[in-house]
């Protein structure tokens, strides 16, 4: 996508719903930077007031504390005159093992709350964040958009119904929605605590001199994406009529196993070779095989990925600060209950 379609949002009203979290922080600031008028809300559950506050100072942001699945006056007036909303608030895989209820009252009445607000004050475009944990242990490879939904998780059913919410607005009331389903997104900011990506916390591990810990036999495959390729995805969705009413794999393609992550990650970060890897105990529910189809992102949007996962990823890590992010701030995300 050309420079001169995203900044069509340049002066817009939009809303980043999850904001304060790891890709809502990027997007708004990649938002911000555009010069829309950034409007960042977002709970603090799992959110860090650490991840936004280098965008604090900029006169076109404005971070707000609020529950997506508040429908209340509030809601309405933060509503009124948005011109998109990008929808990243969630709650996570690992919390809904502690939770499941939390996960559908956030992923799915949240989501329905959302889409409910966008047509009742003409909102234009409604960009949905869902997973490729709605397809469940993928049976068809490549897998494509139109895999058949057997999620394997309470994220997974979660996220399923606040997509399928999503989506039957668009059908019933004219919303113009896209659907991103994300895969194992990586970058700075990451959550590196037991509820983040496995990037995070192994880097965390690593620096502070701990062998990284592979659950499982390490074989399960994985197809990491760079944060950034989902911000593309995010700001082509919100601009290019050829999105609407679609839903695309956002996944960059790229097949590594965590035993080649780790061991990759050790030879960055550990090249004495004073560190190993270690094996614990499968995790339920994991999935073992991800070979993504994301050739309909590609041709539609122009949404090109970063390929060289090696390349990206050491430069990621020669900052580790940077990755790991403001670790001082609230660590919200264990207070799940
Ligand atoms: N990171 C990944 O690998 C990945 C993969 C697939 C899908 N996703 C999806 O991407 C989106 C963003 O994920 P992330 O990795 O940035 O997660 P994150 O936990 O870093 O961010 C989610 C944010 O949502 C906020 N939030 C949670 N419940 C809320 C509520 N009720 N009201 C308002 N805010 C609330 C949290 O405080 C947090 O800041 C989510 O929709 C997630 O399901 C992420």
């Known amino acids: 996508m050309g420079e001169t379609r995203e900044m069509a949002l340049k002066g817009r009203k939009v ?8 890709v809502g922080s990027h997007l708004s600031e990649a938002l911000v930077d555009i010069g829309a008028d950034v409007i960042c809300l977002d709970d603090l ?3 860090k007031m650490g991840n936004i506050t280098h965008l604090s100072d900029r006169p076109n942001f404005h971070f707000v504390k609020l529950d997506v699945c508040d429908s209340g006056p509030r809601m309405d007036e933060l509503f009124k005159g948005t011109d998109t909303v990008f929808h990243n608030a969630a709650s996570k895989k690992n919390i809904c093992l502690i939770n499941p209820q939390r996960d559908l009252d956030v992923n799915a009445a949240g989501a329905l709350n959302l889409v ?3 047509v009742a004050h003409g909102v234009r475009k409604f960009v949905h964040a869902s997973t490729g944990s709605v397809y469940g242990e993928p049976r068809i490879f490549p897998t494509n958009e139109t ?3 057997e999620p394997v998780s309470y994220y997974g059913v979660s996220k399923l119904a ?4 999503v989506d039957v607005f668009h059908k019933l009331h004219g919303l113009d929605t896209t659907i991103l389903r994300y895969f194992h997104v990586y970058g700075p900011r990451q959550e590196s605590n037991e509820f983040g990506g496995v990037v995070s916390i192994f880097l965390r591990r690593i620096t502070a001199g701990l062998n990284p810990i592979v659950f499982g036999d390490g074989e399960q495959v994985r197809s990491f994406t760079w944060v950034r390729d989902l911000v593309a995805a995010n700001l082509a969705s919100a601009v290019n009529p050829r999105a609407t009413g679609e839903a695309y794999n956002v996944a960059s393609g790229i097949r590594v ?3 080649e992550l780790a061991r990759g990650m050790l030879d960055i970060l550990d090249p004495e070779g004073r560190l190993q890897v270690e094996h ?6 994991d999935i ?3 070979d993504v189809d994301s050739r309909k992102i590609r041709e539609h949007l122009g949404i090109g990925f970063e390929t060289e996962f090696w390349k990206t990823l050491t430069i990621a890590l020669s900052d580790v600060q940077a990755f790991l992010g403001d670790i001082s701030g609230p660590q919200q995300a264990k207070a799940v209950s």
């Not at 809303?15 to 790891?22: L, N, P, R, S």
């Not at 606040?162 to 919410?165: F, K, L, P, Q, S």
């Open 15 to 22: 809303i980043v719903t999850g904001g304060a979290g790891f």
């Open 45 to 47: 559950s799992a959110g």
């Open 116 to 118: 409910q607000k966008s």
């Open 147 to 149: 895999h058949p939904f």
């Open 162 to 165: 606040g997509e399928r919410y």
């Open 257 to 259: 196993s965590v035993n």
């Open 280 to 285: 614990g105990p499968p995790l339920l529910g």
């Open 288 to 290: 073992m095989n991800f």
